[in-house]
């Protein structure tokens, strides 16, 4: 089991509290992964860390993990716990999807670098790779048409169409649905963890479970690749012209 306080305006005395808090509503005596949901500007990352060691060494929290750090503040802060020697963050939580590569670019390669694994959340864009969105189609009932696009990660409608396209003719090849073969295309990542499936009913639930046990092909692999690339951010698209 897992939990997610918010890192905004974190204090020792906040993540104590908000630490029995979960005991309490978990109703057990420890947490297997704490995770901090964001990371926190207004307290030293020293207090944090000092703070999360003494979670740990209470026994009340076994490992600890972060959530939406930008990676120079994954990197400051796993810097400071090896000199401090307390406990490390050993999983990050981050978005990332067909239709979100952005965590290749500067995150994916620190987690290697540190031997950290990466729990995916939103692994469907937030709910835009379900199969219901497509060029020339009136949404279906679901996430985005009920409103849930608020706050989600920005994606151009033709970039999605393309993606959903590609999705749609591997679907028809393999027999396999559009979420099964976008989260199948996650889990063929080497730095992916686990990732967090989210489902309405039972039956949402068991098809996505079945996105595991098999393999996309080299060539659904690279026809995936290629129509979901997207444009480095700077400084990584330096030397690349």
């Not at 509290?17 to 309490?24: H, Q």
């Not at 694994?117 to 020339?136: A, C, D, E, Y």
């Not at 409103?147 to 393999?174: M, N």
């Amino acid at each position: 089991m897992g939990e997610h306080p918010n890192g905004k305006g974190s204090s020792r005395y906040h993540l104590m509290n908000a630490l029995e808090d979960s005991l309490k509503r978990l109703n057990t005596d420890y947490i297997d992964l704490y995770l901090m949901h964001g990371f926190d500007q207004n307290t030293p990352i020293e207090e944090t860390l000092r703070t999360l060691e003494n979670m740990v060494k209470s026994g009340k929290v076994r490992y600890l993990g972060c959530s939406n750090f930008a990676a120079w503040q994954l990197m400051k802060s796993l810097s400071l716990a090896e000199k401090l020697n307390v406990e490390k963050y050993v999983v990050y939580q981050g978005y990332y999807s067909l239709i979100g590569r952005y965590y290749e670019q500067e995150l994916m390669p620190l987690l290697e670098d540190q031997h950290m694994g990466l729990m995916v959340w939103s692994p469907l864009g937030w709910g835009r790779l379900t199969g219901k969105i497509k060029r020339g189609m009136e949404t279906q009932e679901g996430r985005i048409k009920s409103g849930g696009a608020v706050g989600a990660p920005p994606v151009k409608d033709e970039f999605l169409f393309q993606v959903v396209e590609v999705l749609e003719k591997i679907s028809a090849e393999i027999g396999k649905s559009i979420p099964q073969i976008a989260i199948n295309w996650l889990l063929q990542n080497k730095s992916v963890s686990n990732i967090i499936i989210g489902a309405r009913n039972e039956k949402q639930l068991r098809a996505n479970i079945d996105a595991v046990g098999w393999n996309l092909s080299a060539e659904h692999l690279s026809q995936l690749q290629q129509i979901s690339e997207q444009t480095p951010i700077y400084p990584h698209w330096v030397g690349e012209r």
